[in-house]
């Protein structure tokens, strides 16, 4: 991959999180001016990622992945930002995965070589950029999803039109009543194998795919059993379609896992029987800057029921934060903060992990007390205790859920070390 671009792209006060009055600068040299958070050496609110815990994650990953024999192919949609592209391929990344043809496009304008688009890839624009990449570059390796024989059908006569020399690899997509995409019976998904059979060599069934993040019943253990039973059904589609000889040569892949039950994945997988080579790719994105609520917990329950993951030492720690001031105390228990929906996720609220009060570089913890009740544009709503420490002018740092959504609202996000020293800055491309 090539991030230079971005390392020269120019920075000025029109930047979210930059100082009123800055002179244009190139990202890669916002580490010299040595800014500093606690310092208010930058305006409010303020995104910012952790170094340590970012190296901290992806090793904690690559040591899971040695253990498990798993592959990865982190889902970029998470953070879009290409330099952490980069970190997780030289980690040791199979390949990056991508929700939506733009983000395809950002990935190979800075030089992703292998994609798997974890969706159908459907539309005129969208099945000719894709087919004119595949002619362009004869080292891509782009893998897309198929749930249908009408896709496939649409997918195949734009490879013909176009002359494409090689064929277009697809997974078989495995899905369940009321869920996403994804065909619901083995019947179907048989159909839509032989439908790719029946394209070759210009279309190539490489694999069945699933996503089972969205799976939630009352309890736990309730879950997981749902869980279970769906990547039960794709090792079913993978072993009746191998069966059938559907498959085209090389290693078969199974994939599936985001960033809660990627050890049941691998666990089930293994199990698969194949009497074929194949490999085993999950698609976590969120492992690398983690969270403080959502994948905090997932990642606790995770640890729970797998003895291979918590054999691993300290486990992933939350990486990205979002900085506010206190602006008024209104109320003896309320304080209203600088941050909003425009500035960090609300799905669940984030959490107040630390404070610091200008002059004083050393954050405290938040006490026991302060929840966050509510988002406006601009503001956030926090229940506080009658006797909180916090102030007017008061900087509180909060712990995110959900990085997804924290990411999407910042076009600059800056590094910082365990002092909040500013080291670096990532671009995102949303």
């Not at 999803?145 to 020399?165: K, T």
Request: proline residues 6%; aromatic residues 8%.
């Amino acid at each position: 991959m090539d991030v230079t671009s971005i390392e020269r792209m120019l920075l000025d006060d029109r930047t979210k999180g930059m100082p009123g009055g800055v002179a244009p600068f190139a990202l890669a040299t916002i580490g010299e001016k040595r800014w500093n958070v606690l310092a208010e050496d930058l305006p409010l609110p303020l995104a910012v990622i952790k170094e340590s815990a970012l190296a901290h994650n992806g090793a904690w990953m690559r040591r899971f992945l040695d253990l498990s024999g798993a592959k990865i192919a982190p889902h970029g949609k998470t953070t879009m930002a290409p330099q952490l592209f980069a970190r997780q391929l030289a980690d040791g990344a199979w390949g990056i995965t991508v929700a939506t043809v733009q983000q395809l496009q950002v990935a190979r304008e800075f030089g992703v070589g292998r994609v798997v688009l974890a969706n159908q890839l459907v539309g005129r624009q969208a099945i000719r950029f894709v087919v004119s990449e595949l002619q362009r570059d004869p080292e891509f390796d782009f893998y897309c999803l198929v749930d249908s024989a009408e896709n496939v059908a649409s997918l195949a006569a734009a490879a013909r039109e176009a002359g494409l020399q090689r064929p277009i690899q697809v997974l078989l997509e495995g899905g369940y009543p009321g869920g996403r995409t994804g065909v619901r019976d083995l019947a179907a998904a048989l159909s839509v194998a032989r439908a790719v059979k029946d394209a070759s060599p210009i279309i190539a069934l490489r694999g069945v795919e699933g996503f089972e993040g969205l799976f939630h019943s009352p309890t736990p253990g309730e879950t997981e059993a749902q869980v279970a039973g769906f990547l039960g059904f794709l090792v079913e589609i993978a072993v009746a379609a191998a069966h059938e000889n559907l498959f085209a040569p090389g290693t078969l892949i199974l994939s599936a896992g985001g960033s809660a039950f990627y050890d049941l994945v691998v666990r089930r997988f293994k199990e698969a029987g194949l009497d074929r080579e194949f490999m085993i790719l999950t698609r976590s994105g969120c492992y690398l800057t983690h969270d403080s609520v959502l994948y905090r917990e997932a990642f606790a329950a995770l640890c729970a029921r797998s003895t291979q993951a918590a054999s691993l030492g300290p486990g992933l720690r939350p990486a990205l934060e979002v900085w506010a001031y206190v602006q008024s105390r209104p109320e003896p228990e309320k304080a209203l903060l600088t941050i909003g929906k425009r500035d960090v996720s609300y799905d669940e609220p984030p959490v107040a992990l630390h404070w610091a009060r200008p002059g004083d570089c050393k954050p405290l913890p938040v006490p026991d007390g302060h929840l966050v009740t509510g988002f406006n544009d601009q503001h956030c709503h926090m229940r506080v205790p009658p006797d909180s420490p916090l102030q007017v002018g008061d900087m509180v740092g909060f712990g995110i859920s959900h990085p997804c959504l924290t990411f999407d609202k910042w076009q600059v996000i800056c590094l910082v070390d365990d002092d909040y020293t500013v080291t670096g800055a990532i671009r995102t491309f949303f």
